[in-house]
Nanobody
Framework: QVHLVESGGGLVQPGGSLRLSCAASGGIFSIYAVGWYRQAPGKQRELVAT???????NYADSVKGRFTISRDNVKKMVHLQMNGLKPEDTAVYYC??????WGQGTQVTVSS
């Protein structure tokens, strides 16, 4: 059974940067797609970025050019580098592994 644990969330000012990390334990990691989703208060969970097992990426339009997803299959890690953060990026960010494996989430708050 795969477990995902996120880290790296916090409070940052608009325009700032954060790097989220997700550590996977157990199960198979390298061949599966992984990604990040987020959920803001009162809103549905939405896709932020995904990366397939062979490295293809997909980003939400709202984060293209600002966020970068990466993975380390040896360490079983997924990262999300977030630059140029905006208040509307405030949400709980969840790590995901295909097909239905989720972390517990980490809070990102963008505020001055």
């Amino acid at each position: 059974q795969v477990h995902l644990v996120e880290s790296g969330g916090g409070l940052v000012q608009p325009g700032g940067s954060l790097r989220l990390s997700c550590a996977a334990s157990g199960g198979i990691f390298s061949i599966y797609a992984v990604g990040w989703y987020r959920q803001a208060p009162g809103k549905q969970r939405e896709l932020v970025a995904t990366m397939s097992g062979d490295g293809r990426t997909n980003y939400a339009d709202s984060v293209k050019g600002r966020f970068t997803i990466s993975r380390d299959n040896v360490k079983k890690m997924v990262h999300l580098q977030m630059n140029g953060l905006k208040p509307e990026d405030t949400a709980v960010y969840y790590c995901w592994r295909y097909s239905d494996v989720w972390g517990q989430g980490t809070q990102v708050t963008v505020s001055s």
